[in-house]
């Protein structure tokens, strides 16, 4: 994930829009690409996730997009509903020792 | 019941106390997890333990220390806690088998 300051990114739509939410990472070296989702008071929640051998994968509603050449994510969000609002992290690593280095979020809303 | 259960879930306490934060899981995962989120900065890794005698710093590990009781219990401990370590912390596990990690509800520590 990639330092974007201290304020947290902020994303609103319109219920039933798509969403799309964005992440850099730093590592050129990364394999594996995680998304969760953490709605307030609690844990993080995954997603969808992708390995580097792969551009595109979709899930329900969603769809994880990588671009390794500009070692850049998103995630897309069909039909966003008001359940969608939370904290969106995208998060990486490398290799078999498996650690994650997690963005520092985005905020999603979703307005009724 | 949750799969990964911290206690206690939220704690406030002076500058110089010894504070100790539980995890316990159902999962059956070999590998545990203490992550920190603070606002603007998303988690940051403080500690990993791949089975019971295994145990690993992260990126963030000065100031505290962990111990892996049980293949299911993993607590973090503040030795003498001070104002900056007020943070969300998070349990986490995993599967080797599997990169996604498993979060427990969060423990909001308040040091004063």
């Known amino acids: 994930g990639e330092s974007v300051g201290l304020h947290l990114p902020t994303l609103s739509v319109q219920e039933g829009d798509n969403s799309i939410i964005n992440c850099a990472y730093s590592?050129?070296?990364?394999?594996?690409f995680i998304w969760y989702k953490q709605e307030s008071g609690k844990g993080p929640q995954f997603i969808i996730d992708i390995r580097s051998n792969m551009d595109k994968r979709q899930g329900q509603r969603v769809t994880v997009l990588l671009n390794k050449t500009v070692k850049h994510l998103s995630l897309q969000i069909a039909a966003t509903q008001p359940g969608d609002s939370a904290v969106y992290f995208c998060?990486?690593?490398?290799?078999?020792?498996?650690?994650?280095?997690f963005g520092k979020g985005t905020l999603l809303t979703v307005n009724p | 019941d949750a799969d990964v259960t911290q206690t206690p879930r939220n704690r406030i306490t002076k500058t110089g106390k010894r504070i100790m934060l539980e995890c316990s899981q159902t999962k059956g995962h070999d590998r545990m997890y203490w992550y920190r989120q603070d606002p603007g900065l998303g988690l940051r890794l403080i500690y990993y333990s791949f089975d019971v005698k295994d145990i690993n710093k992260g990126e963030i590990s000065d100031g505290y220390s962990v111990s892996r009781q049980a293949q299911a219990k993993f607590s973090l401990s503040l030795e003498s806690a001070i104002p900056n370590q007020t943070a969300l912390y998070f349990c986490?596990?995993?599967?080797?088998?599997?990169?996604?990690?498993?979060f427990g509800e969060g423990s909001r520590l308040t040091v004063l």
């Open positions: 986490a596990t995993s599967d080797p088998d599997r990169d996604e990690l498993f």
């Open positions: 998060a990486d690593s490398r290799g078999s020792n498996y650690k994650l280095t």
């Open positions: 590592n050129s070296a990364s394999d594996y």
